[in-house]
């Protein structure tokens, strides 16, 4: 499986967790849209100065080829699916805390 591979599956696993498994929906709303947009320039700096400074390097061979800021395309993949399941996931959770402290 090629780096390409792992995002596009890392997305999917992330929108079902978020969309059936979780259930937070976070998908489904306008403050996600905007965190994710807020959090975006900081990936796109952040991965330009990993690459820019050779401390993250890729093989061509692996990657679609297209690359912003320094990195593959491939990275906002990533980066979409971090940012999803992580507030997905905080979501879930504090629902399920929330329920155990009013009980």
Do not use: C, H
């Amino acid at each position: 499986m090629i780096y390409s591979d792992i995002a596009l599956s890392a997305v999917f696993v992330a929108v079902v967790l978020d969309l059936f498994l979780l259930k937070s929906r976070m998908m489904t709303r306008g403050i996600f849209w905007l965190t994710y947009f807020l959090i975006l320039p900081f990936q796109l700096l952040t991965n330009w100065w990993l690459t820019s400074n050779k401390i993250v390097m890729y093989t061509d061979t692996e990657i679609i080829g297209q690359r912003l800021a320094g990195a593959p395309i491939e990275d906002l993949l990533f980066g979409f699916s971090m940012i999803l399941l992580t507030i997905s996931a905080w979501e879930y959770f504090k629902d399920r805390l929330n329920e155990k402290k009013i009980s």
